[in-house]
């Protein structure tokens, strides 16, 4: 047997475990039986005790809610209070059905980051589609004289439409190909784009071919059923005789199809843009506490530490680039452990009331800049205040909740402990993230349960005063490693999956608007293509080149205004639906849907003048005589 330092207490190894997987939200190396805690005074019989993650290993076939309603009963039965709210989720929900949950071991995703990528592909996918029809078919005319020559020699429209759908089927495995190759090289690259490690293994490979193939046939059914119908159907007698007529509903049906592609565009254009301000809205949001040029150290378990705080704070008070220190259980964007509370005034002993709870020293408001509003902070002159949750400050919220009007000499407990009594008020500040509403929150003090070392520094010079505070740290720490993090960064990181989507909403409408813009480009020299002789005539009777361009662009500029009032209405359904995702958010301004119009008629314009410049400026005399 070996033995480990844990804690100030001595441990004995008694077995080892398997690694455990890098996707497991159980990401724990070292694991302490409860008897061990009970054996150092932990309390397991405090049923409003909520410091534990639960797991329930059911019976098989057992239907997991038939057990969720019968725990309130449970609880009632042992504790004669009712818990709301309260529900089982299955482990394999976990990482993807947990945003709206706190105090998880750790940071998961959601599940509506995975449908929005996945709508977002089928857009982008729609729009390839759309341009393979719409080339295929701008283009037929070129192919009219091959179909009615092989029709006269015989060939029936099923063998025509099965030539073009192959066509189509080759197209598509070619590019499906191209694609896995592809995905396969910037591995890597879509890694860091995406924030999360991207692998493949024999496991996933069913998967990933059933997957594979379904697009394929998506791909073949949207793209190559059309064109190839629409191919075998022409007539020979019309293909000689008028090559290049061509009927209005064709012409429609092109138009409809370049409609599509800016709709998608202009959506995902929207849609970037919102998810962009609300990200902005979140860096930049007051949240009631300071957050710039504080760094977080952890100091959880580390007793080195801990047992000399006051001769640490002295220490480190000498180094010239820091301001303040405070010893902590958590910092305040991190404030969701929850606790019962009883409190003066109480009338409803029935159905109990959490607050979240912090355990703080005499410097945590001021390095966190926490507003005091009524009341006073805590004292080293006052003795009361250093005695164990004898002495509270509250935020509005939990006046509120306690129904306090003047909170202040007012009396409250935690979990049936001792008596104490409310000093402060400080201004409600987010201690929750902004998908949550700010919650009742108690600061006390206590030389227990600190996690965190804050330390406010100045910034100037910073690398140097980390290298200081460093080696003041190694000369107390004995060992411990001197792991730190500021503080702005670990609230960037509660936020992770939003900066993700707003960077991979970016590169996916930069990639929808270059496929749109593919597909009009082949469309527009299509239709140049067919009118040179209308050019040449017009420029004949003495139009200019800027009018043949407004000419050009005009109808196509209807087109892409449609797009918009299309895209409009929908975009702002979804992404309002998106945003109500968050307690506190921006909101959706005409200016995002100006911008994006704006956006949209350049990007065409750029296009559109890239291909009919070179018509307009051509000798009229050379595009009538080709002609």
Known sequence: NISTRFGVNDFQITGIIKNIPKNSHFDSHIFVSLATFKQYGVNLNDWDSNYMHSYILLNNNTDYHSVENRIPNLFKKYTGKEIKNYTLQQLSDIHLKSGDLSFQMKPGSDINYIYILSFTAFLILIIGCVNYMNLVTAFSLKRHREIGIRKVFGADKSLLARQFLFESIFVTLMAVLLSVFIVFICMKPLSNLFGTEITFNLINIPNFLFLTLGIGIISVSLSGLYPAFYLSTFRPADIFKRANAEKPGKVFFRNSLVLIQFTISVFLIIATLVVTNQVQFIRNKKLGFDREHIIVISV???????????????ELQRIPGI???TFSSTIPMNLDW????DYEGRIDYVNSIQICCAYVDYD???VFGLELLAGRNFSRDISTDAVFERAFIINEAAAKQLEWKDPIGKKMRFSQREWGTVIGVVKDFHNLPLSQRIEPVALTLTDMNKRLLSINIQAENIP?????????WSKFSKGWPFEYEFMDKTYDNMYRSEIRINNQFRFFSTLAIFLSCFGLFGFVSFIIERRKKEIGIRKVLGASIAEILVFLYRGFTKQIILANIIAWPIAFYFMKKWLQNFAYRTNIGILVFVTAGALSLIIALITIISQTYKAAASNPVESIRNE
């Not at 959880?300 to 002295?314: A, G, S």
């Open 464 to 472: 140097e005063t980390i290298a200081a505070i460093e080696k003041t």
């Open 364 to 366: 945590y408001l001021d």
């Open 323 to 325: 301001k303040k220190m």
């Open 300 to 314: 959880f378990q580390n007793n080195e530490i801990l047992d000399r705080q006051d001769i640490v704070k002295t």
């Open 338 to 341: 929850r606790n019962s509370v």
